[in-house]
């Protein structure tokens, strides 16, 4: 999605500048074949990252490909890129020279639109705004033939409109590669209500026959990935000029919470924070839902020039213009403030017989702490000391773990009924049930349990800390812990303080995750903390778009994990982490930020209240079998 170069509009008469155009980056070639009888000959306007990339796509399919851009230093650039992916794959044997020669020769440049007048599809990629595309739809008016499809690749602008511009509206589609096109399986193909079901189908074969999984989606900003995909980045956005957390916890928290590729600070980077803005304004146009109104520290971004790696600067300072390379802000700056001097850690206690419990007991013994785990019974204790045992064999089944370590670790932990035993802890985690009561009643027993100087630590990943904080006599002692699950295989720790937590607490609990190899991220004490706050505003929205039957659950997974590179799509996750844990964590963001968009989707609130929460059940937005 980067700036291109204005294809020229005039009618001067097209002349070839260089042979050939292709990708800058090296990706697996389709396989050549036959000369393709579908859309032989493809127009692609605008020859920028994403004009190149597609264009790369469909020379090594065996089209005919025309690319146009006024600007010759892209078309040679292009050309440069091409030539040296193709190389690339001779060497590698992917290829043959004269496959190469061939591939090279099907493509041709020009500076006219003019030159569009063979192809049988037109595909635009210049910059997301709507009067130059406008003016291009409608300069091919007087250039392609009748039966010749024209196709937009905007990610943020309505097909509709630009369709009604043209003479004939119903061959004008939207066709959204993602980058880079060559590597990304997603496209969305895009429709509107005037759009010929022939067109559809020819591109959907096209798409399928470069190798990459389309989907159908109707007219709206942003379409499913990137509808999903910026309304997440944006609340991102949000969360660091409010300085609730900082860039690099921000995305860290994102990556390792969740598995995501980039952190969406980094991503808002790679895209262009201009670019961002931009889509941002155009769903917010449409939605006037305000998690879609862009944060005002994108538009200063813009405003600054600060529009990411292609700048050299953005969310991140970079080597370069273009450069991938972070560097800091103020050279030679340290990377964080000192911090305080932490308590001594020597034995921990872990409260709760839980999967969470065992795991987070599990943790701290292979780290060589002693842990006490203490259960409301001897027969639970027992039960969850032998949770850690069984996960302890599976590692060292799978060789990631000797035998030696396992016994040692399963040595250091001591299972106890009765929280009398966690007196000389140093350290004390609850991983009770998610009930504010509850916690609340289990860190007042701490506090009369618990030696002084004890650190308190919560798991609670939507209750308020600082509510567990004040039900003791030692509020400055508490702090948040927040582990995902697994425990032992999730490396992030979200670390919470209270405007009550004491420096030398919070400095123990970083500590404490360093030594057991978990990355801390710091925040503060407030609904959903980093990654739930971003997290399920996404997933609520998606459940959004299959209540107004704009998409399927199937398309919509597939579109975030095709085209947004996600571990899980959103509904598959859903159904891991339960419907009905979704719908309360959902209820805590609603109640504490009082957004309108963050209310739960009504067909979510319908399924919890049929009993269909996801894996568990048996049934959730999808049927499984049962166990």
């Known amino acids: 999605m980067d700036r291109q170069s204005t294809p020229d509009l ?38 920028g990252t994403m004009g190149t990339g597609i264009a790369d796509l469909l020379t090594r399919s065996g089209r005919e490909v025309i690319g146009i851009d006024v600007d010759e230093a892209a078309a040679r650039n292009a050309v440069a890129a091409l030539e040296a992916a193709t190389a690339r794959a001779v060497r590698r044997e992917r290829i043959g020279e004269r496959e190469r020669r061939a591939v090279l020769a099907r493509f041709r440049t020009f500076a006219d639109l003019r030159a569009a007048a063979e192809a049988d599809l037109v595909i635009e990629v210049v910059p ?21 499809i024209l196709a937009t690749g905007t990610n943020a602008l309505s097909v509709t409109r630009l369709a009604a511009g043209s003479r004939h509206p119903e061959r004008v589609l939207g066709l959204h590669f993602f980058n880079p096109a060559q590597a990304m399986r997603l496209v969305e193909v895009v429709s509107s209500v005037l759009t010929a079901p022939g067109a559809v189908a020819a591109v959907t074969q096209l798409a399928r026959d470069l190798g990459k999984d389309p989907i159908a989606v109707g ?10 995909l910026f309304g997440y980045l944006n609340q991102a956005a949000a969360m660091y000029e409010s300085r609730y957390a900082s860039r690099e916890d921000i995305d860290a928290a994102m990556r390792l919470g969740c598995g995501l590729p980039m952190g969406p600070l980094a991503l808002l980077d790679l895209i262009g924070v201009d670019t961002a803005r931009t889509v941002l304004e155009a769903m917010y146009a449409a939605s006037h839902d305000r998690l879609h109104a862009p944060a005002p520290i994108l538009g200063q971004l813009t405003e600054a020039g600060l529009t990411g790696r292609k700048a050299g600067r953005g969310f991140y ?17 340290p990377s964080r403030v000192p911090e305080a001097a932490g308590r001594p850690v020597r034995t921990v206690g872990v409260a709760g017989s839980g999967t969470m419990a065992s795991g987070i007991a599990e943790v701290f013994a292979k780290a060589g702490l002693p842990v006490v785990l203490v259960a409301r019974s001897a027969e639970k204790a027992a039960r969850a000391r032998g949770r850690v045992a069984a996960s302890l064999d599976r590692s060292v089944a799978k060789g990631r773990l000797t035998e030696a370590a396992r016994d040692a670790a399963l040595a250091a932990v001591t299972p106890a009924h009765s929280l009398e035993a966690l007196a000389d802890a140093d350290l004390v985690v609850e991983a009770v049930a998610e009930d504010l009561a509850v916690k609340q009643e289990l860190f007042a027993t701490l506090d009369k349990v618990c030696k002084p100087g004890a650190v308190l630590a919560t798991t609670t990943s939507s209750l308020p800390v600082i509510a567990c904080a004040r039900a003791t006599a030692r509020p400055q002692d508490v702090v948040g812990m927040h582990f995902f699950n697994p425990a032992p295989a999730m490396k992030l720790v979200e670390v919470v303080r209270t405007v009550l937590t004491a420096d030398d607490a919070h400095a123990t609990v970083r500590a404490v995750c360093a030594r057991v190899r978990k ?22 929205n998606a459940v959004k778009m299959v209540q107004e039957h704009y998409a399927s659950p199937d398309d919509i997974d597939a579109a975030m994990k095709l085209g947004g590179g996600y571990p899980m799509g959103p509904f598959e996750l859903l159904d891991v982490v339960g419907l009905d844990v979704s719908l309360a964590i959902e209820r805590v963001l609603h109640a504490e930020f009082r957004d309108p968009g963050l209310a739960p989707a009504p067909l979510l609130e319908h399924l919890v209240a049929a009993g269909c929460l996801g894996r568990k059940t048996g049934r959730g937005f999808r049927e499984y079998a049962r166990r």
Request: overall charge negative.
């Open 219 to 228: 007219d709206r900003p942003g379409f499913v990935a990137d509808g999903l």
């Open 128 to 148: 997301e705004d709507y009067a130059l595309k406008e003016r291009v739809i409608a300069a091919l008016d007087e250039v392609v033939r009748p039966d010749a």
């Open 317 to 333: 300072t970079y080597a370069a213009p273009g450069s991938a390379e972070v560097v800091p802000d103020t050279p030679g700056a």
């Open 519 to 540: 990355h801390p991220v710091d925040c503060g004490d407030r609904a959903g903390f980093i990654v739930n706050a971003l997290l399920f505003p996404y997933l609520n």
């Open 10 to 47: 005039s009618t001067t008469p097209p002349s070839a500048s260089a042979d050939n155009v292709a990708s800058a980056e090296s990706f697996p070639s389709v396989p050549p074949a036959t000369p393709p009888t579908l859309l032989p000959t493809v127009a692609v306007i605008g020859l």
